[in-house]
């Protein structure tokens, strides 16, 4: 990056040199008329007159500098000298380190700034990988996650940065660089939501409980069990929406710890309400009765989406789709899957996201 030009301390250079020119020709014209009245009153020398002119001028000049030296006159200084007299707090680089510390917030946080990060400017600037790079062997404390926490001033301008362990540290920050890598980070969250959970998120596994079956009695449901390693709260299944009907689940569970499950029922809705016997059977059947090839036709797909939290606020959608055999009734062997589950893919919101 090319610097800006100093335009006062070019302005101070040229007066420098042109004091000097005023001073030479100053001196040459009491010189050339000392040298003028010596040569009139002394025969032998006026053949000498311009050389002992230049001479004269040359001895008065070093006198005249000799005097101000003498008094502590400025004047007669290079710019760089009449500058730093004129602005004499004004720091040679425009990049400085107020303080920095390394280590642990509030424990093991060791003070680097005079040892290794004032060393590393340069330029107006520093840049170094938070670690070995810029501290070498120290290790304020061992087995524990550090940063490195810096408060410095650019023209003028302070400003913290904080950088963890083996990231890049780079002053001054670049804010418009700055900010397009958050809009970056933010996009590239949203692309790692799509995809997959990470380890420890809350997984929510849908299944079809066909209750009639059961020795006790029952009716049919779908099952959601936890199998992640931490609690999933706010979990419901949003509204199924068929040709004719919409399977609406009141229910919400307030949380669901792992390995544990929950049914939800489905209420059959239509424009005059909602069915109370909740048959989801029937809603199927009815929703394969309503295609024109129902009769040729082997299953429909449904699709269906679990909402849920964990315990940080970030979001989570299961979807899958929902597979209708189409069982004529109960009457099917035992192993017969009336409905099936499948295709379950997850997608992970944090905060901040906009859901799409």
Not at 11 to 36: D, P, Q
Not at 253 to 279: C, H, M, N, R
Not at 295 to 323: A, K, Q, S
Not at 337 to 351: G, L
């Amino acid at each position: 990056m090319t610097e800006k030009r100093n335009w006062f301390k070019e302005f101070l250079e040229w007066a420098h040199h042109a004091y000097w020119v005023h001073e030479f020709l100053v001196s040459t014209g009491i010189a050339t008329y000392a040298a003028k009245m010596v040569a009139t009153h002394v025969n032998s020398l006026s053949q000498y007159g311009w050389p002992l002119g230049l001479i004269i001028a040359g001895l008065l000049m070093y006198v005249a500098e000799f005097i101000r030296a003498s008094l502590g006159n400025p004047r007669g200084k290079s710019g760089e000298a009449i500058a730093a007299t004129v602005q004499p707090n004004r720091p040679d680089n425009r990049l400085q380190i107020i303080s920095a510390h390394y280590g642990v917030e509030g424990d093991h946080d060791a003070d680097v700034a005079e040892n290794f990060i004032k060393p590393r400017v340069h330029g107006h600037a520093l840049a170094g990988w938070v670690g070995a790079d810029l501290f070498g062997g120290f290790q304020p404390v061992i087995g524990r996650e550090k940063r490195v926490k810096v408060r410095y001033s650019f023209d003028g301008i302070e400003a913290t940065v904080e950088r963890p362990e083996h990231a890049l540290l780079v002053l001054p920050e670049d804010k418009f660089l700055k900010e397009r890598i958050d809009i970056l980070r933010n996009v590239l969250d949203s692309q790692v939501v799509i995809t997959c959970l990470l380890p420890n998120d809350p997984r929510i596994e849908p299944s079809f409980f066909d209750g009639r079956r059961s020795p006790i009695g029952g009716v049919e449901s779908l099952e959601l069990k936890n199998r992640g390693d931490r609690t999933a709260y706010a979990i419901r299944i949003c509204p199924i929406k068929l040709k004719n009907r919409t399977i609406i689940f009141p229910q919400i569970v307030e949380s669901l710890p792992p390995t544990d499950f929950s049914q939800f029922y489905g209420d059959i809705g239509t424009k005059w309400g909602t069915d109370a016997q909740k048959q989801f059977i029937r809603a199927l059947n009815e929703e394969w009765a309503a295609y024109p090839d129902y009769d040729t036709r082997r299953e429909i797909y449904i699709p269906v989406r679990i909402d849920y939290e964990d315990d940080g606020g970030i979001r989570f959608e299961c979807n899958f789709t929902l597979v209708y055999h189409g069982g004529r009734g109960w009457n099917q062997p035992a192993d017969f899957k009336c409905v099936e589950c499948r295709d379950v893919a997850y997608r992970r919101i944090p905060k901040g996201i906009t859901q799409q």
